[in-house]
């Protein structure tokens, strides 16, 4: 069922749930939480599937607080709240109400959004994109005991874990932490294994992608090594290396599917590492609603403190290549001394 209410209110929409659930034959409250979607119109849409996926497990009153762009000044001086209503098969396993704020309206989303929350149920605020820098400290955020962000959906991703770092509260996260959930436990399963100390660590993967710096800090926080920062095509995070006495532990994934774990002493085997899609990692920081103290261990680390590989240097154009005779190695030293001597040549001419 899908109901329609233009210039309403939240005592309005209040009582719509309540008759379309009779209307529908369910007057019962079945939802576990509140989830509260803070987006604009752009994104709305594949946020709220995704949410709707996650509430299959998870049965849940989804709001969307869109945000909408007025133009004209009498526009933005105008407050206005439309609302659509869903409820039954239409809203997955719970109800959705999507709020569209206009005008002075955008800047105080927090009292509409408050009337509509679940009593005694938890709060989950989720910014898909946008999100502000202090999350707790944000009016919205306000309202909930858990609040995600995806930094990789930031202009500067790397920049926006820093931001995060600093104005990190309880019940913070991020999506691009969720993405790393299997690369860590395979990683601590893999270590369980070996009774041999790690010495240092290798993280690869694409450039600007906050999954591999929180993986990375992850490894050079709990193990207390140093960790290298590596750059690779991808997609997303390829490979992970530790290094170990007794030779190198390495969990390569080249395809964004299937990835190989190769271990001293014991055969290479293949383990699945898909790349999940938003609903699924939705669906799993949902499952806990606790400060997650692993998330703000590695977070506070910060990204400087990794070691960063240089980038590789380009390859030297074909005619001042060293000819393919088996003699290049012993005449790659002498071009250093051969450079500097012409270079002083030059200088005494000048």
Known sequence: MKIDLTETTSSK???????????????????????????????AYDA????NDASHEHPSRIIVAVRRVSRSPRSRRDARLDAELRVGADSGTGETVVLRLHGELVHHAQSV???????????????????????????????????????????????????????????????????????????AAALDQQTVSVVSATVEGEDENP???????WLADRLDVPVTRTLSQGPGL???RLETKDGQIVLDRADGALATLCMP??????????????????AEELRRLDPDNTYEASLKFGVTRLETAPAPVA???????????GGASADAPAAKPAAKSAAKKAAAKQ
């Open 48 to 51: 709220l599937k995704s949410a």
């Open 113 to 187: 959004v408050l009337p509509l929350l679940l009593p005694d149920a938890p709060v989950v605020v989720w910014w898909p994109e946008g999100a502000p820098t202090d999350l707790a400290g944000d009016p919205l955020g306000a309202l909930g005991q858990r609040r995600i962000t995806d930094t990789y959906s930031s202009e500067d991703p790397i920049g926006a874990l820093g931001a995060r770092a600093e104005a990190y509260a309880p019940g913070d996260t991020d999506l691009a932490w969720t993405r790393i959930t299997p690369w860590r436990s395979m990683l």
């Open 13 to 43: 929409i209040n009582a719509a749930l309540v008759q379309a659930r009779r209307d529908i034959g369910t007057p019962a409250i079945g939802m576990v939480l509140t989830l509260v979607i803070v987006t604009d119109e752009e994104n």
């Open 211 to 217: 999954s591999c710096e929180l993986l990375a800090m």
């Open 315 to 325: 390859a030297a154009p074909a005619a001042e290549a060293p000819a393919a005779t």
């Open 265 to 282: 002493g014991q055969p290479d085997r293949s383990v699945a590492l898909k790349r999940r899609e938003t609903a699924e990692l939705l």
């Open 238 to 240: 390829t490979a992970v």
